[in-house]
């Protein structure tokens, strides 16, 4: 065995870490004197850049490296719908909150944004101006002003991020479909009931689902059966937010819509709301197919003949669209969104379980909800593959863009290691509870006294960000701190494997890091190990916590 830089044929490197001052006091739950961002660690090297998913299970960079991403969504909402630096205000984004998202390690937030807000409109709901049957039209709601605003307090959070080299997924965020309902998503003049009371339903803020307004709400907008072209809205909106974003080189990408919801999908064999997701999607031009009888979609009359992710792609070619499958695949149900013949889609995916807490959300039955979790990951593995298209042969990247919502430390360290077995990345719900209306406290990663939860140092593991070839086994052992990478390298990738070592939980005494098959070039102590091939066949990567003494 040869020591770390010497000669090329190197087989093992050993680093030994002696932590700073700084991180030796395990003082992180009490969120004061926490470890620094990875920006104090100098001759750090990160993933930047558009991402992109030419077409089978793994996003890539410019390097053409395997891209992994780690992160935790943050939504408020309530008015204004968005989260952005504003001292003193509930719907406060500061510096302090991008610093310990990046000391966890994570590189990736996906970010709310909220229709009411983008254009809330001077409507109410029901009025007949937009809400009458009839062909679609321009509701007289949109306001360029209005928007532009919106979108730049958004960007002050996208850019704080990206001074932490941590990518934003922009989520559409919707629950319950609107306000009205006790949640948030479309303004109050896109709420067409017939006539039925808005509100919500007694119990759990989920219950107000069963409601025949909100049903009655959710079918105009799929069918876009009203004078208000509801969805021609939409599209509207969303194409102006990816032209605004178009050049960003932080953003990884734009989440449509949050967990399509209908009551039609309670029957798991009933495809008619995954045929109107679908048909939203792509538009009346260019139906997709449905992922399990391989049939075209046939898709309500008045949907737009451009679709959503067209128009988005229109607008902005090169970022990513993590388009989602209905609310009830999120149990560990069906998705029956099928192919659809696009570019630069990415299967973003929701993992949750029923047998949780009507008002904590924490598992009541945590071995039950292992298995329904984890079985919603291999399900959608399985899906993903049958996705395939002109665009994306070997079907859509993949994503987890929700799960956890929880204080049980358990869960997630069993659905994170059911991820790392998929070598899919993910999203942690949520950052902060913000008085969410469609939640819990016990949900976040920032508690009481503004302190980190055990479910963030849960959630703080070590990753490969970046690998230079084909991963095939990716593992985090939670109880011992141990990391294991295995990929076969690939030769025309001439940058470095980059892994995220998050000097937090496990790792305030340091870490151990060794290599067969290639050679650490990062510093002692680096926050990343940089990782250069040396063997054309076979690269394995080891971190521990502790010296290497």
Not at 97 to 102: E, K, L, T
Not at 173 to 188: I, K, M, N, R, T
Not at 324 to 348: A, H, Q
Not at 537 to 542: G, I, K, N
Request: hydrophobic residues 35%.
């Amino acid at each position: 065995m040869l020591r770390h830089k010497n000669n090329r044929r190197a087989a093992t490197v050993v680093i030994g870490v002696l932590v700073l001052a700084l991180v030796l006091v395990p003082v992180l739950l009490s969120g004061d004197n926490e470890p620094p961002s990875p920006l104090s660690v100098p001759g750090q090297r990160f993933v930047s850049g558009v991402i992109s998913a030419p077409g089978g299970v793994f996003l890539r960079d410019r390097f053409g490296r395997v891209v992994m991403l780690h992160g935790v969504n943050a939504v408020y909402k309530r008015a204004p719908f968005e989260l952005f630096p504003a001292p003193g205000k509930p719907f406060n984004f500061s510096e302090r909150d991008a610093g310990r998202i990046a000391a966890l390690g994570f590189n990736v937030v996906r970010l709310g944004m909220v229709w009411q807000g983008l254009e809330p409109g001077t409507a109410g709901p029901n009025d007949p101006a937009i809400c009458r049957p009839g062909p679609p039209g321009d509701p007289g709601q949109f306001n360029q002003t209005v928007l532009d605003s919106y979108l730049s307090n958004l960007k002050h959070t996208v850019d704080m991020l990206g001074r932490r080299h941590i990518y934003t997924l922009l989520d559409m965020h919707q629950d319950v479909y609107s306000e009205l309902f006790g949640g948030e998503g479309a303004p109050a003049w896109a709420v067409c009931t017939d006539g039925l009371p808005t509100g919500s339903m007694p119990g759990r803020w989920s219950r107000t689902y069963t409601s025949p307004a909100l049903n009655v709400a959710f079918q105009h907008f799929w069918r876009n059966d009203v004078v208000g072209d509801l969805q021609g809205e939409y599209d509207r909106v969303w194409a102006a937010v990816a032209s605004f974003f178009r050049s960003d080189p932080w953003v990884v990408g734009y989440d449509p819509i949050n967990e399509p919801f209908s009551t039609v999908t309670q029957d798991v064999q009933q495809h008619d709301l995954d045929a109107q997701i679908e048909c939203l999607y792509t538009g009346t031009a260019r139906p997709g197919r449905n992922e399990d009888r391989n049939l075209l979609v046939s898709c309500p009359r008045g949907d737009p003949k451009i679709g959503l992710i067209p128009a988005i792609l229109s607008a902005d070619p090169r970022h990513l669209v993590f388009y989602e499958p209905d609310i009830f695949s999120s149990r560990d149900g069906p998705n029956y969104v099928g192919p659809m013949d696009l570019p630069n889609l990415v299967l973003n995916f929701h993992a949750y379980c029923p047998n949780r807490s009507a008002v904590t959300g924490d598992p009541t039955d945590l071995t039950a909800c292992v298995s329904h979790e984890t079985t919603t990951v291999s399900r959608r593995a399985g899906e993903r593959a049958l996705l395939g298209s002109d665009q994306q042969a070997a079907g859509p990247a993949w994503f987890m863009g929700e799960f956890g919502a929880t204080s049980n430390p358990s869960l997630v360290e069993a659905v994170t290691a059911t991820a790392n077995q998929h070598l899919v990345g993910w999203a942690y719900w949520q950052w902060k509870f913000y008085g969410d209306p469609t939640g819990s406290s016990h949900e976040a990663l920032v508690g009481g006294s503004d302190k980190l939860t055990p479910t963030a140092l849960a959630l703080s593991q070590v990753f490969a960000q970046a690998v230079a070839g084909s991963p095939t086994s990716m593992s985090f052992d939670a109880p011992s701190g141990a990391f294991n990478l295995s990929y076969t390298p690939d030769p025309a990738v001439k940058a470095p494997t980059l892994i995220v070592v998050p000097r937090t939980g496990h790792y305030l005494h340091g870490y151990c890091a060794s290599v067969s098959g290639g050679t650490i070039v990062s510093k002692p102590g680096s926050g990343t190990v940089e990782v250069v091939n040396q063997d054309d066949s076979h690269v394995d990567v080891h971190v521990s916590p502790g010296s290497c003494s």
